[in-house]
């Protein structure tokens, strides 16, 4: 059984990847600046949903780091 993840080039697979894998990394980029802005005027509050903001994003680069890693294995094959 074909789905259609199945007839999407490798290359492209590939390229799709590492533009979300940059998109991310550069989120966090970007809430890791608020965390350290809201350490530096001493708001907790602020921190804390930064931190929380923080978590799923690192979930999401390494499930994209994993999927990279599939698509070379499949490269390979």
């Given at each position: 059984?074909?789905?259609?993840?199945?007839?999407?080039?490798?290359?492209?697979?590939?390229?799709?990847?590492?533009?979300?894998?940059?998109?991310?990394?550069?989120?966090?980029?970007?809430?890791?600046?608020?965390?350290?802005?809201?350490?530096?005027?001493?708001?907790?509050?602020?921190?804390?949903?930064?931190?929380?903001?923080?978590?799923?994003?690192?979930t999401a680069v390494e499930f994209i780091e994993n999927e990279l890693l599939e698509?070379?294995?499949?490269?390979?094959?």
């Open positions: 059984m074909t789905t259609q993840i199945d007839t999407v080039d490798v290359g492209t697979k590939k390229v799709i990847l590492n533009q979300k894998l940059t998109m991310y990394r550069n989120t966090i980029y970007d809430v890791s600046l608020d965390i350290k802005i809201a350490k530096m005027l001493e708001d907790e509050a602020q921190e804390k949903m930064a931190t929380e903001r923080m978590k799923p994003l690192l698509v070379d294995n499949e490269q390979t094959s």
